[in-house]
């Protein structure tokens, strides 16, 4: 009978194949680390992109709403990692024209008026929202001071009718439009760079004579808590490394305010500066 020989790899040729393999692969990883990397890169930079690029686009939405001559800023604004930067406005979703004069129910500028009717289709309001008549933005004609004094152009809204809008209103209105236009507010936006790596959006709170000071983020967090459906705060963007907002109230002859807004995003020490300006009307 024959023997059936056996045969197999050695010790050694199984070491030397692991060892070929090895170098091989070592090869192929050389080559292939740029191109990986480069893809890893790109699809960084582009999520960096895509951060910078939604945020400035939400801002730039919610100012072209703006209450005219509403828009104010404050805080550092340098472009600096560690800058808090403040902007803030009354959003204005919608208004109208008031009645003037006879016939019907016309806005009363000599005496407090309680109602008046609304000329064209009615807007979008409702009790509790606020009326706004010619907002200048200086004392007198300012949305942000109050609702209750003769000088102070802002009245709650107390009822809707067909056609009229009523207000509480103990004294009159100080100034007529010239166009007879009103706007129709409900609570401020602001967005903030905290000097910490994030853009934080806050809405819904009360509206403040004086856009908040040195302690502003500590503000703004006690104006909206508890958070609620209607008032609270959320985070746009993390790994800001500069951001700067600034406004120009009179870019076209007082009737035009321009905001121009710059935002960083910095990850893996790579930079994504986006800039974006957005055009505000200030006319009241």
Same mark, same amino acid.
């Given at each position: 009978m024959m023997r059936r020989t056996q045969t197999g790899f050695t010790l050694v040729e199984m070491i030397m194949v692991i060892v070929i393999t090895g170098i091989i692969g070592g090869i192929v990883a050389v !080559? #292939?680390?740029a191109p990986i990397q480069q893809y890893m890169d790109v699809g960084r930079r582009a999520d960096m992109t895509d951060i910078a690029d939604t945020a400035l686009r939400r801002v730039t939405r919610d100012l072209r709403l703006a209450l005219p001559n509403s828009v104010r800023v404050t805080g550092t604004c340098n472009d600096a990692a560690t800058s808090t930067c403040f902007i803030e406005f009354l959003p204005a979703?919608? %208004?109208g024209r008031y009645r003037a004069g006879a016939p019907g129910d016309p806005l009363d500028f000599t005496a407090a008026d309680g109602s008046f009717d609304v #000329? %064209?289709?009615?807007p979008a309001v409702a009790v509790g929202d606020q009326v706004v008549v010619y907002n200048l933005g200086i004392t007198g004609a300012n949305a942000y001071a109050g609702n209750t004094l003769a000088t102070h152009n802002r009245r709650a809204v107390s009822a809707v009718g067909a056609g009229s809008i009523s207000i509480s209103s103990a004294n009159a209105l100080? !100034?007529?439009s010239p166009g007879q236009r009103f706007h129709i507010v409900s609570t401020p936006v602001s967005y903030v760079c905290d000097g910490a790596g994030a853009l934080w959006r806050y809405w819904g709170y009360a509206i403040q004579a004086a856009q908040t000071s040195t302690d502003t983020i500590a503000e703004l967090d006690a104006l909206v808590t508890p958070a609620t459906a209607t008032r609270g705060k959320a985070r746009l963007a993390t790994n800001v490394s500069g951001c700067r907002f600034s406004y120009d109230a009179n870019v076209v002859?007082?009737?035009s305010g321009l905001v121009t807004m710059r935002l960083a995003i910095t990850e893996e020490n790579e930079t994504?500066?986006?800039y974006n300006a957005a055009h505000v009307s200030n006319q009241p």
């Open positions: !080559f #292939l680390k979703p919608s %208004g #000329l %064209g289709p009615m100080p !100034f007529e002859a007082q009737r994504v500066s986006l």
